[in-house]
């Protein structure tokens, strides 16, 4: 089983940044940290879940959303076993519970979160106007 537990939201004005992190544990047999593709999603209240950003096992390949690119930066430092979603120039829509997830089946990454095997509990970001 993967353990996924993410850190790092906070209150932020608008126009400042933030660093999530994302820490993933366990594994499947088969699959470590090292070959699972990661996401960020985020759900506003009221609203549905939607995809942020993602990358495949390599770092080598990203994604995000039309809304935070050119803002937000996924990375992933594999000695730590974790990923980072660096959120610049915030803004008050960017307010949201955050999510990370893993694929386990795949290196591949992918902006679907029916994609996606294992999920943490959320961290909180809220931007103030």
């Known amino acids: 089983q993967v353990q996924v537990l993410e850190s790092g939201g906070g209150l932020v004005q608008a126009g400042g940044s933030l660093r999530l992190s994302c820490a993933a544990s366990?594994?499947?047999?088969?699959?470590?940290?090292?070959?699972?593709?990661m996401g960020w999603f985020r759900q506003a209240p009221g609203k549905e879940r939607e995809f942020v950003a993602s990358v495949n096992w390599s770092g080598g390949t990203t994604y995000y959303a039309d809304s935070v690119k050119g803002r937000f930066t996924i990375s992933r430092a594999y000695g730590k076993n974790t990923v980072y979603l660096q959120m610049n120039s915030l803004k008050p829509e960017d307010t949201a519970l955050y999510y990370c997830a893993a694929r386990g089946r795949t290196t591949v990454a992918a902006r679907s979160q029916y994609e996606y095997d294992y999920w943490g509990q959320g961290t909180q970001v809220t931007v103030s106007s």
């Open positions: 366990g594994g499947t047999s088969g699959g470590t940290f090292n070959t699972y593709a």
